[in-house]
């Protein structure tokens, strides 16, 4: 489980370094295409529909920061917890 955990924030890391968007962004844009509405959007999903409601208007470094924080506290506690160290 913790290889999983760990793959997913490298995952998240890189899509922030190289300011790509989700595979499931990019599948979502061409089954909406395909769709009657052609109801395609810019941006990303998360942009698109919680952005607003969720996200203070923060720029991409801060972004980059926080989630490179995030990796950080879950590697930590990654290698606490695999070593038991006190």
Same mark, same amino acid.
């Given at each position: ?8 924030? @490298? =995952? $998240?890391?890189?899509?922030?370094? =190289?300011? #790509? ?7 979502? %844009? $061409?089954?909406?295409?395909?769709? $009657?509405?052609?109801? $395609? %959007?810019?941006?990303? =999903?998360?942009?698109? %529909? ?5 996200? @203070? ?12 924080? @995030?990796?950080?506290?879950?590697? #930590? @506690? %990654?290698? *606490? *917890?695999?070593?038991? #160290? *006190?």
């Amino acid at each position: 489980m913790g290889i999983l955990h760990v793959s997913g924030l @490298l =995952f $998240a890391l890189v899509i922030q370094v =190289f300011g #790509w968007y989700c595979p499931f962004t990019t599948l979502e %844009y $061409a089954l909406r295409e395909k769709g $009657a509405s052609g109801g $395609a %959007y810019a941006g990303s =999903f998360i942009s698109h %529909y919680v952005h607003k409601i969720v996200y @203070l208007d923060v720029s991409g470094t801060f972004i980059f920061i926080a989630t490179v924080l @995030l990796i950080g506290v879950n590697l #930590w @506690l %990654y290698l *606490k *917890k695999s070593h038991k #160290w *006190k």
